[in-house]
């Protein structure tokens, strides 16, 4: 009896191993379909893959697919691992490299993962989404993991090689190059999830209109719930400014197969033919940065006045870095001194710097709100001659605009922003030094106000009233789709989250797109930024400065609560701010000079402090 029940037991076990042997196995099978299963369409002649993406929050699975082929039936052709099991979809058993077809009506089919003795495996849904009106980018790269990989781009390890393919919204093919480099680019925006990259053809380049060259960005737009930020500003520039400024052209990208979202191709900011013209050789090129990010670089230059610049170029000596410092610290020595000469070299500043340039350069961050304003991404060139003047430009990096900041100040459209000096906290060295202090040149001035007359506003009112609507045309299905890939992630990605916020009453995929309210935003910015200006500057009304100061202990002081306001001398200040928190009871706005309470509807005839006191309770 003992001999038969260890048998038993035996033969028990032995079953329950193969079993979960079998399960396993299974398992791994289906994964296995899973990772290899996509589908390949064709544009222009040329096959692209298309790999299906899962969202996790429903087990569903949706293709993701080109403009051209919207609103009609689709040919498809299947690719997995067949070796590994079958492929149901809508009950029909297709094989490795079967055509498959979608009649193009967003509705969802049915499919299941088979293992190789006909049972199932994984059951899916999944869905066909097409987009409208933009051209699609497919690029290829080795090993996409690896550059994705945040580690990978810490570590700089993050170049990859390989091929893109790009069409327009038609599906007519506009390019197909091999790439020299593809790889994440940016600093805060690469540690994001959708990445922003920039990649290099083998040989320049026409893309949609825009000059031949070899390097070109891809911007993600991630921290922009609007996605038009960058490319209205760049379009102001482009055509406000007589020199070279980077246009921009959205475009749906997919690595691998796999789908990206909505993105605006860029020209790069680089020294070169249909670029900036300039030579290395004969020019010195800079740009403002963060003093955190100029630390490691060996060029860094900080001015006499904490001012941060590296310098771009190959070969750069310690005499030629001394040689640039030398020559920022005339500029500067003229920028602050009350007649405007410098006590370096005797000049002025005009004879320094190119006045022009320079104007076009602080209207184009003033009407965008830049929080970046004299800090980053402010570039500048020169001949090497001592004699000759540093010209600005190009304007680069808005993201950060139009109330889109984590800066409260640059949320206030009526208000100077590029004239404060001290834009953070004093216990930061990121100050708007230099741009602030060329407002207080009077030659300055004026050449602001005239290029604003002249040139900016219509401009500015041709966007706002014209361009933000088409462009809202144009992506307003990407971003939806764009909105679904991503998720209530991307809410953690902006900078600011629009006080009426409102996302649609939808149960699929639309239920995340934003794109309205945060296009009312900018819209409000700008209509309130140019009523203001012209107020200042046609009409010539007289304005009284209040500077409001939080200093709350409660409050992340890293990102500066103090706000200026620009009030029509006579007028009521309104939409003070209001700072709550439990444990403490707000006892208003008071002026540092007098004492007085000052609230929403106070008269203002003069430039003011004030400053906020709060109680513990």
């Known amino acids: 009896m003992n001999r038969i029940r260890a048998v038993l037991v035996a033969g028990a076990c032995l079953v329950l191993l193969i079993s979960i042997k079998t399960s396993i196995q299974n398992t791994d099978y289906a994964e296995r379909i899973v990772e290899g299963f996509y589908l390949e369409g064709s544009l222009a002649s040329s096959g692209v ?35 590994y099991g079958e492929l149901e979809i809508d ?31 994984i059951e899916r849904e999944m869905q066909v989404l097409a987009s409208e009106n933009l051209p699609a980018a497919f690029v290829t790269v080795e090993a996409k993991d690896d550059l994705l990989s945040i580690e990978e781009f810490k570590n700089r390890q993050y170049l990859e090689i390989g091929e893109i393919k790009i069409f327009d919204a038609a599906g007519n093919s506009i390019c197909k190059s091999d790439l020299d480099v593809f790889k994440v680019r940016g600093n805060l925006t690469a540690e994001l999830a959708k990445k922003p990259f920039t990649f290099s053809l083998v040989r320049p380049e026409e893309l949609f209109g825009m000059e031949p060259a070899v390097k070109w960005n891809l911007l993600a737009n991630a921290t922009d719930g609007a996605y038009i930020r960058n490319k209205i500003i760049r379009d102001l520039a482009y055509e406000c400014i007589d020199a070279y400024e980077p246009q921009g052209e959205f475009v749906e990208v997919y690595l691998n197969g796999e789908y990206q979202g909505l993105y605006l191709l860029t020209e790069a900011v680089e020294v070169g033919e249909n670029r900036i013209e300039i030579s290395l050789k004969d020019h010195w090129y800079i740009e403002m940065e963060l003093d955190f990010r100029a630390r490691e670089d060996p060029t860094q230059i900080v001015t006499e006045r904490g001012q941060v610049f590296i310098m771009h170029g190959e070969g750069i000596s310690e005499r030629d870095r001394a040689q640039v410092e030398a020559r920022l610290n005339d500029v500067e020595s003229a920028l602050y001194a009350e007649d405007g000469i410098s006590s370096v070299s005797g000049k002025s500043l005009g004879e320094l710097i ?33 004699d000759s003047l540093w010209y600005s430009g190009p304007a680069w990096d808005f993201d950060g605009i139009m109330t889109n900041v984590n800066t409260p100040m640059y949320g206030v459209p009526e208000a100077l922003t590029g004239v404060v000096a001290m834009s953070r906290p004093e216990d930061n060295n990121n100050q708007n030094r ?30 706002l009233k014209e361009e933000i609507g088409e462009h809202v045309d144009q992506i307003g299905r990407s971003a939806s789709l764009d909105a679904f890939r991503w998720h209530s992630k991307r809410k953690d990605w902006w900078f600011t989250v629009p006080s009426d916020l409102e996302y649609p009453d939808a149960e699929d995929y639309r239920r995340f797109d934003t794109l309205k309210s945060h296009i009312d935003v900018i819209r409000d910015f700008m209509s309130r930024k140019i009523a203001f200006l012209d107020k200042l500057w046609l009409e010539e009304r007289e304005f009284c400065i209040v500077e409001v100061r939080n200093p709350a202990e409660f409050l992340d002081q890293g990102y500066n609560q103090t706000l200026f306001y620009w009030v029509e001398e006579g007028e009521e200040l309104q939409n003070l701010p209001s700072y709550e928190k439990e444990g403490y009871r707000f006892e208003g706005y008071f002026d540092v000079d007098t004492g007085e309470l000052v609230a929403d509807g106070t008269l203002i005839d003069r430039n003011r402090v004030i400053e906020g006191i709060w109680t513990a309770e």
Request: proline fraction near 3%.
């Open 354 to 386: 190119d006045l022009q340039s320079f104007a076009e350069a602080w209207l184009v961050e003033e009407l965008s709100g830049d929080h970046d304003i004299g800090i980053t991404s402010q570039f500048a060139y020169a001949l090497k001659d001592e």
């Open 91 to 121: 009950g029909v058993l297709y094989r490795d490299k079967d055509i498959w077809r979608d009649a193009g009506r967003e509705e969802f089919h049915s499919l299941k993962v088979k293992g190789r003795y006909g049972h199932s495996l």
């Open 49 to 83: 893959k298309l790999v299906p993406w899962e969202d996790k929050t429903d087990t569903c699975w949706y293709l993701f697919v080109p403009s051209c082929f919207s609103g009609k039936e689709n040919e498809f052709v299947i690719h997995y691992p067949e070796y």
């Open 434 to 463: 230099w741009m602030s202090a060329m407002w207080n040149h009077p030659e300055f001035q004026e050449k602001v106000k005239e290029l604003y007359k002249t040139v900016f506003r219509g401009k500015y009112l041709e966007i």
